[in-house]
């Protein structure tokens, strides 16, 4: 059982450049989310998705975009990598209803740098 | 709104004492807390969670943590620190619309 994969793991991008960071689960949650961490501090939300098709931003989306065509993949799109967008990416996803709490499983993580 | 404060950033304790990460909530309604841990290069994984079903909540490793409503923390412990416990540690709140809001971390260091 793989849980939630990220790939790549590393990635280095020149400003302005476009990329799609993958996620995907293997455990048939239908929540999931994409965080992006800076040094020094928690993890802010950009997206999350409550099934396939539902989307919606979090508090950090500007520059990213996201969709969800099936269960299993919530892919992070940079459109016009900045320098601001330097950070280490997770994605997430969790079970449950909407008002569960139920823990969010998260992936490694993709460590991206804009130069 | 619901926030987590951490108030320490870095934690050294020595291998075999007592460990205290302190996390205080702000919530207007009974919250779910969790504390996650990040190892180097590694994703969060879930210590222990509180639902208001008890309030010591025993987590993985060792670890536990107090929910105290009057004193608004969550305090995470274990008895005994082992080398492999050095890791960056997150009090984590759950808002109402189902979205987890992190606390800015702990780094706790371990020493032989």
């Known amino acids: 059982n793989a849980g939630v994969t990220q790939t790549p793991k590393f990635r280095i991008l020149k400003i302005g450049q476009s990329m799609t960071l993958q996620c995907t689960q293997d455990m048939n949650h239908n929540y999931m989310y994409w965080y992006r961490q800076d040094p020094g501090m928690g993890l802010k939300l950009i997206y999350y998705s409550v099934g396939a098709g539902i989307t919606d931003k979090g508090e950090v989306p500007n520059g990213y975009n996201v969709s969800r065509s099936t269960t299993e993949d919530f892919p992070l799109r940079l459109e016009l990598a900045a320098p601001s967008q330097t950070s280490v990416y997770f994605c997430?996803?969790?079970?449950?209803?909407?008002?569960?709490?139920?823990?969010?499983?998260f992936g490694d993580g993709t460590r991206l740098s804009i130069l | 709104a619901q926030s987590v404060t951490q108030l320490d950033s870095h934690v050294s304790v020595s291998e075999g004492t007592p460990v205290l990460l302190r996390c205080n909530y702000s919530s207007s309604y009974s919250p779910s807390l969790f504390w996650y841990v990040q190892h180097p290069n590694k994703g969060l994984q879930l210590l222990l969670k509180?639902?208001?079903?008890?309030?010591l909540v025993k987590g993985i490793n060792g670890f536990e943590a107090e929910f105290k409503k009057s004193e608004t923390s969550f305090h995470l412990t274990k008895p005994s620190a082992h080398m492999s416990d050095a890791a960056e540690y997150f009090c984590v709140v759950l808002t109402g619309f189902q979205k987890l809001v992190f606390g800015t971390g702990t780094r706790l260091l371990v020493s032989p």
């Open positions: 997430a996803s969790r079970t449950g209803r909407p008002t569960s709490n139920q823990p969010q499983h």
């Open positions: 509180y639902t208001s079903a008890a309030t």
